[in-house]
């Protein structure tokens, strides 16, 4: 099936700094992106949507300027968490969908996700 | 908006019987609606993906239906094994975005 790949798995920083995350589709070409976020023992919370070439659609209560999002290439989306604290240690999931049609015979409205990046803010 | 909702939050139940897990709704306008398994600290992994204009998908021991109309899906897991130990978490899709259920825990004792 289609793979989407996540880039770091896993990283531990410091309060303060930024952290940027990457979401690639490796081999379908992804117009749209989504971003998720799950706290512990919590479900997964739509963040944003993010399109090849605009600027993203944030949910309600995410805060755009802190979780930046860039789409440059249609395989590939970055959320950049900055000035990371420790209540935004969780665990990021992006997900990408072909809306050009059939992808390894797959429905277009397919969500493929990846396998997640789990950040610790100390 | 769309809401989901999934009963019952936790299970146990000895190896070997069968189980159903439910999900519920709100809005019926939906492209498709997927069944997840996450492990402890893990990712997701996809188990079932329903198409909105299908009833029920099955794969080995699982089978998931879909009452678009009621807006209700279950998870059928036939057999339950100690590795079926994880949550399971119930999706709908509308439009690319997934809304999902905040999950069924399941433990199967040996």
């Known amino acids: 099936g289609a793979v989407v790949s996540q880039h770091p798995s896993w990283v531990i920083c410091k309060s303060g700094t930024s952290v940027k995350i990457e979401c690639r589709s490796l081999?379908?070409?992804?117009?749209?992106m989504f971003w998720y976020r799950q706290f512990p023992k919590q479900s997964l919370m739509l963040m944003a949507t993010s399109n090849e070439g605009s600027k993203a659609t944030y949910e309600q209560g995410v805060e755009k300027d802190k979780f930046l999002i860039n789409h440059a290439s249609l395989t590939l989306s970055t959320l950049t968490v900055t000035s990371a604290h420790p209540e935004d240690s969780s665990f990021y999931i992006c997900s990408a969908i072909n809306p050009a049609g059939l992808v390894l015979g797959g429905r277009r409205e397919t969500q493929y996700f990846g396998p997640g990046t789990r950040l610790l803010v100390l | 908006k769309q809401e989901v909702t999934q009963i019952p939050a936790a299970l146990s139940v000895p190896e070997g019987e069968n189980l159903v897990l439910n999900c519920s709704f709100t809005d019926s306008a939906i492209y498709n609606l997927q069944w997840f398994r996450q492990d402890p600290g893990k990712g997701l992994t996809s188990l079932l993906l329903?198409?909105?204009?299908?009833r029920e998908q099955t794969s080995g021991r699982l089978n998931a239906s879909l009452d678009k109309s009621s807006g209700r899906s279950t998870l059928y897991i036939a057999a339950s094994q100690p590795g079926d130990s994880a949550t399971y978490l119930c999706a709908v899709s509308e439009a690319g975005k997934s809304t999902f259920g905040d999950g069924t825990t399941l433990t199967v004792k040996p």
């Open positions: 329903i198409q909105s204009s299908q």
């Open positions: 081999d379908f070409q992804a117009t749209t």
